[in-house]
């Protein structure tokens, strides 16, 4: 007992018991210790967590595509074993001989283009064009609407057949670009009413060959519009991603003359460049586009344009190169940063480099040119002024009297290019008498000799030695006979009715001179031209034109160069005879009134055929020569379109049936089957065209008054009535049958006249009669109607 109370008997402190100290040291760390293993553990435990959740919401996404578009994840198989390869066959299209592909495409109304193959074996996998037939079409009848890719099918299944099967792995419909987009000029970005413009056909798919970028495919789908004797090359880039199995259309393209675009080497960069050639004459514009990585699993690339508009360096010797560059001095924009580089010594940022490359590559072109031995002098100084090499120039324009009068001519005819050139030079250097010169050459031809001088005068940095010196040029000028050519901004589009005018007060006509007299020709009488739409030299604006303000300065001088009438007031009076034929008179305008809204023209002309009681014809018509152009294609009957198409022709005849019952141009009642409905209207007339800028074509349906006096008497037994004087009404249908534009309203007086081309490269508008009164009507995107 002892000896256990003993061995139970604490020591005493400081014996064999640790000090203060080391008892810390003893049992505090171990605590700590705890809690670090504690805290990993926990942090592991959360990160395989996370972990599991994100792998979880990935296996749960590719399940439901597995069940739902098996198609987009059959990039998989890559990465699959046989055995574990996704079959599609049971959820989306099932594999197809090619002669299935032909045959399934048929029946859809469409064709099988010539395939491009994607890998050596050609059997392996390849690019399908899809075409479809233009209908009323004489040449370039085909056009691709669709893109495929096809790989020969791994599937067990079909390894035994002993005909290849494809499967389709991407596809990508295929609209061309708009026609606005096309006809544009090469340096704008943006056109006024572009909704309402044509897509173009692409008729034409072409692999890239040699050294792309990346490890995919890419393509170029192309079409030419003919423009005169040349043509506009124009289409889309397209690439196929084999990682991803996606096609994507990358950017779309035009080249006014004809150049079809080419992967070049242009920056120092390893990889290629694309180039598209937008030259026009001698005035160099290449569009060089760069393959660049963007963090978008699908679409992993993009074509990034090298752009001017916004300088890579902060710096103001190289922002003053980048401007006149981007004015078109690409040589001395050139030699500037070549300057510059030298006095930097450094490396330069790759997006600085790219511009460098670009404004060297297009000096190279300029310079070429300027190199040459023209044997015209106008040719050659305008080679020399694109390459910024103002004093060579001078000297061939001095050289000889005949040099003055061409040379001349040339500047007159300048839309702005040579001009902008000069004030740009001026602005970076304004100490430049031989830039000051040919500005004022340019002014003086253009404006006048009084509008040059006012410039001269105004120039910051012009000595009194080449004032004179200029002044003594202007002087040749003159007394070669160089008379100014005064430029309007911006040729005159106008339409409107016609009314003759039996008195006319001086006072309320607005006219640039208005202190001369109103007087007639020979033979001339005056008209009133009630305007319906007319072009500012920006987009069409139609009646009324209440947005339409006058100045209180000038309103005179604002409202003919808004009309575009200062330099050409003609306009043609156009007049339809008892037998349809047309007979137009060229009239002039000799003022202008605009009140509340309404815009009128005072013009004088010779005596116009009158028609006002002639309801079978279309009133007078007014409009300037490039307003518009008509529009006509070949007529066929309603039975020879259901040859060519009957799913559009079965889908309009009951729709048509329906109007004409419910205008009352027909007794309502049951309505005849099909066969019945072919049999009546079947020969009459129709146009098949595009009015509303999709992929389809719209039918126009020209119904006459003889036409329904022969169907009543036809269907029930109605007598002939005496005359009906009355005008052919349209319809105008969509390719599925439906109703988009109507002559048969009750109570409404509204007529098709004509379908046109308005010359500013949009789509087609209909011009359609109201009344006395008539209005363009073009098809809006947006509302999904005319107006």
């Known amino acids: 007992m002892a000896n256990r109370l003993r061995k ?119 690019l399908l064009p899809v075409l479809q037939q233009r209908p009323n079409c004489q040449f370039d009848c085909q056009v691709i609407v669709e893109l495929r890719v096809y790989q020969q099918a791994k599937d067990l299944e079909f390894q035994s057949q002993t005909e290849k099967y494809y499967r389709l792995v991407a596809q990508l419909p295929i609209t061309g670009p708009e026609e606005s987009f096309v006809l544009a ?23 890239f060959e040699g050294e792309t970028p990346s490890s995919g495919f890419w393509f170029n789908l192309q079409g030419k519009l003919q423009q005169g004797t040349g043509a506009i090359a124009y289409g889309h880039i397209v690439y196929y991603n084999p990682q991803r199995s996606k096609l994507q259309q990358m950017l779309s393209w035009k080249s006014p003359n004809g150049q079809v675009p080419k992967w070049q080497q242009v920056t120092g960069s390893t990889v290629k460049e694309l180039v598209i050639d937008q030259t026009v004459g001698l005035e160099p514009q290449l569009r060089i586009y760069q393959v660049k990585a963007i963090k978008l699993f699908l679409n992993p690339i993009q074509l990034e344009e090298i752009s001017l508009k916004t300088p890579a360096l902060k710096d103001t010797a190289y922002q003053n190169a980048l401007l006149l560059a981007r004015s078109g001095l690409w040589t001395p924009a050139f030699e500037w940063l ?52 103002w004093a060579k120039a001078l000297e061939v324009f001095e050289a000889s009297s005949e040099n003055v009068q061409e040379i001349a001519t040339l500047l007159q005819m ?32 253009q404006r006048g000799e009084e509008r040059a001088i006012s410039w001269l005068e105004a120039q910051p940095k012009i000595t009194p030695d080449t004032l004179t010196r200029i002044q003594d040029l202007l002087v040749r000028l003159s007394n070669e006979g160089v008379r100014p050519k005064i430029i309007s901004g911006h040729p005159s589009r106008i339409l409107g009715s016609v009314q003759p005018l039996t008195q006319v007060i001086s006072t309320e006509w607005l006219r640039p001179n208005s202190k001369a007299d109103l007087q007639l020709m020979d033979n001339e009488i005056w008209y009133q031209v009630e305007v319906s739409a007319f072009n500012d030299g920006k987009r ?72 006002q009681n002639n309801l079978l014809q279309p009133q007078p018509l007014a409009l300037t020569d490039a307003a518009l152009e008509w529009v006509q294609p070949s007529p066929i009957t309603l039975a020879e379109l259901y040859q060519q198409d009957p799913t559009r022709v079965t889908a309009m005849l009951p729709t048509v049936w ?80 439906k109703v988009i534009y109507t002559d048969f309203k009750i109570n409404s007086e509204q007529t098709l006249t004509a379908i ?32």
């Open 338 to 389: 070549k300057s510059f580089q030298k006095q930097r010594k450094e490396v330069l940022p790759e997006a600085a480099q790219a511009q460098i490359d670009l404004i060297g590559l297009h000096s190279q072109l300029t310079k070429t040119q300027a190199d040459k031995i023209w044997a015209i002098p106008s040719q050659q100084v305008l080679a020399d002024l694109i390459d910024g090499r």
């Open 658 to 737: 329906q109007t004409l019952q419910q205008s009352g141009q027909i007794p309502n009642g049951a309505r005849p089957n099909l066969a019945q409905m072919l049999q009546e209207l079947g020969y009459w007339p129709v146009q098949v065209m595009n009015l509303t800028n999709n992929s389809q074509t719209e039918t126009v349906l020209t119904i006459s008054a003889e036409a329904i006096v022969s169907l009543k008497q036809s269907l029930y037994g109605e007598q002939k009535q005496e005359e009906n004087l009355s005008r052919p009404r349209t319809l105008i249908l969509s390719d599925s049958g």
């Open 414 to 445: 300048d839309g702005g290019r040579l001009w902008n050139r000069t004030t740009t030079a001026l602005r970076v250097n304004p100490n430049r008498p031989e830039v000051q010169t040919w500005g004022a050459l340019i002014l003086a031809v």
């Open 8 to 126: 139970l008997t604490p020591k005493p402190l400081g014996q064999n018991q640790p000090r203060a100290g080391r008892i810390k040291h003893l049992f505090k760390k171990p605590q700590n210790n705890a809690q670090l293993g504690n805290l990993l553990t926990s942090t592991l435990a959360i990160a395989a967590l996370l972990s599991s959740v994100g792998l979880l919401i990935t296996f749960a996404w590719i399940s439901i595509l597995f069940i739902f578009n098996p198609e987009q994840i059959i990039w998989l198989n890559k990465f699959l074993p046989e055995w574990a390869q996704i079959s599609v066959g049971n959820y989306g299209e099932r594999p197809q001989t090619f002669k299935q592909i032909q045959n399934s495409l048929s029946k859809q109304q469409r064709i099988a283009g010539k395939t491009l193959a994607l890998d050596r074996d050609k059997e392996n996998s390849f």
């Open 756 to 787: 046109a081309k308005l010359s500013d490269g949009q789509s087609l508008a209909l011009l359609v009669e109201n009344g006395d009164k008539y209005s363009l009507k073009r098809w809006s995107q947006k509302n999904q109607r005319f107006e």
């Open 185 to 207: 000029a090469f340096d704008e970005t943006k056109l006024e009413n572009s909704e309402n413009s044509i897509p173009l056909p692409l008729d034409e798919v072409k692999r």
């Open 540 to 611: 069409w604006l139609n009646f009324p034109f209440g947005s339409l303000q006058l100045p209180n300065t000038s309103p005179a001088k604002f409202i003919w160069e808004t009309l575009g009438i200062n330099s050409d007031p003609g306009i043609l009076l156009v007049v339809w005879l008892p037998n349809g034929e047309q007979q137009i008179t060229t009239a002039t305008i000799k003022g202008v009134k605009l009140q509340g809204g309404i815009l009128r023209l005072l013009v004088s002309g010779q005596k116009i055929a009158n028609n």
